[in-house]
């Protein structure tokens, strides 16, 4: 127990994102709402008109020694096959759960551009889809799926300089 007698609670998921943009002064727009699972779902009960809507998916190659965020406009379906010819990753899968968190820190439903901050030993390539690149704001949860905040591009561009990852962009193919 800290010598004041008080516990500290550490920061949860959403805190931890906050705090990332306020302390390394990342401008955005923040919005709460009822937990959402899916695209559907987010166009039903988020109602946010700015900024490039999105999808990530977190995939595993075929042996799961290297993991990849892929993000693509919400709308996008995604060929894995021809994803992983083009980046050269080979056949990859949806990574489970468990590899959701030990790599991104996020569940099933939170998955985000913004788990590459809890990626601290850069494990996890990142795949970004022209679009959404190009966008001038880009939406995004902070690591939960309660909330969505809008970032804008300047934005996105710190925070992958200041986690250390560089992005692959390119357009990611369609079914």
């Avoid at 083009?86 to 998955?111: C, D, K, Q």
């Amino acid at each position: 127990m800290p010598e004041d007698g008080h516990l500290t609670m550490s920061a949860g998921p959403l805190e931890k994102a906050i705090d990332f943009l306020d302390s390394n002064s990342i401008e955005y727009e923040r919005f709460d709402h009822p937990a959402v699972f899916t695209v559907d779902q987010v166009t039903e009960l988020v109602q946010i008109h700015k900024g490039h809507r999105t999808k990530n998916l977190f995939v595993r190659d075929k042996k799961g020694r290297r993991h990849v965020l892929i993000v693509v406009p919400h709308d996008k379906r995604v060929d894995l096959m021809a994803l992983g010819e083009v980046t050269g990753h080979g056949r990859v899968s949806f990574a489970s759960p468990e590899r959701l968190m030990t790599h991104l820190g996020v569940e099933p439903g939170s998955v985000t551009i913004m788990g590459i901050i809890n990626d601290t030993g850069n494990n996890v390539e990142l795949v970004i889809d022209t679009s959404v690149w190009n966008a001038d704001f880009v939406r995004c949860h902070p690591l939960v799926n309660t909330s969505t905040v809008i970032l804008p591009a300047e934005g996105i561009r710190t925070m992958l300089r200041l986690t250390g990852h560089e992005p692959t962009i390119l357009d990611v193919p369609a079914r």
